[in-house]
């Protein structure tokens, strides 16, 4: 096999194990494992990979794989996960799971969340059970309103509406209050009305404070004090008993209720005791009866939090399973940025085009499958995982192509149209397929030596040369004039240079105007046929992208970029 041949395998290869993108460090290291009298040559060896690695990863993931079964089945069948269409098992099930994901509402869902919501969705598919969406909002200084519905909205779109329970933490309150009362009579947790320096001091030393040794008693009347207002805001919290000599000072007696007196957007001001996350998550977990719970490997210590109070109570502890983390890099998530970029008018809003959140993807056009079919792929490990943001579009775009291209309808947009008349040219009478594979015909054209063609086009268009409208006529560029030449494709293909769509000049054509991914807006003319379209339908315009119907404004058709 030529050294050629096998850079091209292999870099097929790792492309098939990593979602369609190859990397040259890890082809030439494959290269070089298997034949190690080559590593005096490593320098020019990437020289040569650099750019095969560049055209494999344009194809995909699917495609590679179909090379590779085709060329080289062996090298499939050695890494037989080179497509996974799968999450691996989880760890100790017995029957159907339940599973949840528990965004707080401070603002949309964005493309992060994909990784914890579709994995959770999928194992509920693999297993039966339920998949639940929990909305932690009771820090209510850090909650917008118009979130909950958002959320939920988006959660249904990532899951395909594979959502089973939605809860919202702010209406359990009775249930974290009955909890926190278990704990304080059981000698558990223990109201600290310490100064906050004086208690940091104490347990910085690994001392007790002298709230820790109250009693149940007296710990319940300091509780129904907080609940009355003869506690201020800041004056005590609900402390859990844990080890105040712990070698990690944050799971010394934390805090897990606190007063807030800030106005609750659902809730109004009916309570003033909040729980904290770590009490109020672990509350949640054990009523809801989840069984096996995804979560962040920063997460660790929450876990060894959370299970003081499953220990206490003698609640069954479901199976956390930690991931590392995902770090888009080039990409800003930041909700707190965002909402001041929107106030600020930077952006239209939420949904604005340029954001990466679900619902202006959503927006765009991207289908929920594409998004899974990305999140199967990259899989679940407590590995960091760093995707770089060009690189994940140019996944999640070809998973999209793969699911909309054979329900994409052709229509020709000419944008920027110019009116050119074509000398001496014969009527037009062309028909064009609606798509090129599954619907022959159904776009009527005609025009009688007069039609839009796009500025672009005609600037690249140098005399001499001759020149094709789609399916209608051949015509040459003089110098302040366009000339019929020819009809048939056979003189083009001999002489031709640019191939042009067109539309005719004609008052039925349609104003068009596209939302571009960069917030501007290209505007031209469309054909006629565009007028059957109902919104949210996704349409290719010939020789440009795919793109969204969102509906008229006026006369005007608005579209959406989807991707090219």
Avoid at 8 to 33: E, M, P
Avoid at 50 to 55: D, F, L, M, S
Avoid at 267 to 277: C, T
Wanted: with cysteine; net charge neutral.
């Amino acid at each position: 096999m030529t050294l050629a041949k096998l850079i091209r395998l292999f870099t097929l290869q790792n492309a098939a194990l990593h979602n369609g993108v190859a990397q040259a460090d890890s082809v030439l290291s494959r290269i070089l494992g298997e034949n190690p009298e080559l590593k005096p040559k490593a320098k020019e060896l990437m020289v040569k990979i650099a750019p095969v690695v560049i055209e494999i990863n344009t194809l995909g993931a699917d495609e590679c794989v179909r090379i590779l079964a085709s060329e080289a089945p062996d090298l499939l069948e050695k890494k037989e996960g080179a497509k996974k269409d799968v999450l691996k098992p989880l760890p100790n099930v017995s029957g159907p799971v339940r599973m949840r994901a528990a965004p707080s509402p401070s603002g949309p869902l964005h493309i992060g969340h994909a990784f914890t919501i579709i994995p959770n969705a999928e194992y509920v598919k693999m297993y039966g059970g339920a998949f639940i969406l929990r909305l932690e909002d009771t820090n209510q200084d850090n909650v917008m309103p118009e979130a909950y519905k958002m959320i939920e909205d988006d959660t249904r779109w990532l899951s395909q509406n594979n959502l089973n329970e939605v809860f919202i933490q702010s209406e359990r309150m009775e249930l974290y209050y009955q909890t926190a009362l278990a704990l304080l009579e059981e000698h558990h947790a223990y109201v600290c009305t310490c100064e906050g320096e004086a208690w940091k001091n104490l347990i910085e030393e690994g001392s007790p404070c002298p709230c820790r040794d109250k009693s149940a008693k007296s710990n319940i009347e300091d509780w129904h004090k907080m609940h009355t207002g003869e506690y201020p805001e800041g004056a005590a919290v609900v402390r859990l008993k844990t080890d105040v000599a712990h070698k990690n000072p944050a799971m010394r007696d934390f805090a897990i209720l606190r007063i807030n007196e800030t106005e609750h957007p659902r809730q109004g001001n009916k309570y003033r005791v909040w729980p904290l996350m770590n009490f109020s998550v672990a509350a949640d977990d054990y009523s809801m009866g989840l069984t096996h719970v995804l979560r962040g490997k920063d997460h660790f210590d929450n876990t060894r939090r959370q299970k003081y109070i499953f220990d206490y109570l003698g609640w069954k502890t479901p199976e956390y399973i930690h991931y590392g983390r995902i770090q888009f890099d080039g990409l800003r998530l930041s909700t707190t940025e965002t909402k001041a970029a929107i106030t600020a008018g930077t952006y239209d809003g939420w949904n604005d085009v340029r954001l990466p959140t679900i619902g202006a993807l959503r927006r765009r056009g991207f289908q929920a499958e594409a998004f899974r079919r990305f999140v199967i792929g990259m899989g679940i490990s407590l590995t960091d995982k760093h995707v770089d943001v060009k690189e994940f579009f140019k996944s999640l775009e070809y998973h999209n192509r793969q699911l909309i291209e054979a329900d994409a309808n052709r229509y020709f947009l000419v944008i920027d149209p110019k009116e050119v008349t074509v000398l001496d040219a014969p009527a037009v009478y062309a028909e064009f397929d609606l798509h090129p594979e599954h619907r022959k015909g159904g776009r009527k054209l005609s025009a009688e030596g007069t039609f839009l063609l796009q500025a672009e086009d005609l600037a690249a268009l140098p005399t001499g040369q001759v020149y094709r409208l789609m399916e209608g006529l051949n015509f040459t560029s003089e110098a302040h004039a366009y000339r019929f030449h020819s009809s048939d494709v056979a003189t083009y293909r001999k002489l031709g240079g640019r191939i042009m769509h067109w539309l005719p000049a004609s008052p039925e054509n349609l104003d068009v105007e596209v939302l571009m991914n960069d917030g501007t807006v290209q505007k031209g003319k469309g054909e006629r046929h565009l007028a059957s379209i109902k919104p949210g339908q996704i349409v290719q315009f010939e020789r440009h992208y795919f793109a969204r119907f969102e509906g008229k404004q006026g006369n005007v058709y608005i579209f959406v970029y989807t991707h090219k």
